[in-house]
């Protein structure tokens, strides 16, 4: 995947992790990814999810088969658009529900 399509996926992460909040497995962020357009692999997803969390962007923690997820403050300020980081989509990756166009 390319380093374009990564970071939108990264945006993509945690704009759902921002929305819907607690703690998210890969495996559940991967359907909402693919019902929202971005089709990726679970694998993928893991590796985006490493990454963020390498960043401090989110927290994970095994717990087998899955990684689970939690947005950090960083994160829900990258989310929310007061943070910009290198590696993540500055746009968010869909629009709000409830928001005009």
Do not use: C
């Not at 679970?42 to 401090?56: K, N, P």
């Not at 590696?87 to 869909?94: L, P, Y």
């Amino acid at each position: 995947m390319s380093d374009a399509l990564n970071a939108v996926v990264r945006r993509a992460i945690l704009d759902f992790m921002a929305e819907i909040g607690g703690e998210q497995s890969d495996d559940t962020l991967t359907l909402l990814l693919k019902q929202r357009g971005h089709p990726v692999a679970r694998r993928t997803v893991v590796d985006q999810l490493r990454w963020l969390a390498a960043t401090g962007l989110i927290s994970v923690e095994e717990v087998e088969p899955f990684l689970l997820a939690q947005i950090l403050p960083d994160g829900e300020d990258v989310a929310n658009g007061h943070f910009f980081y290198d590696g993540v989509h500055r746009h968010a990756a869909r629009r709000k529900v409830g928001t005009a166009r």
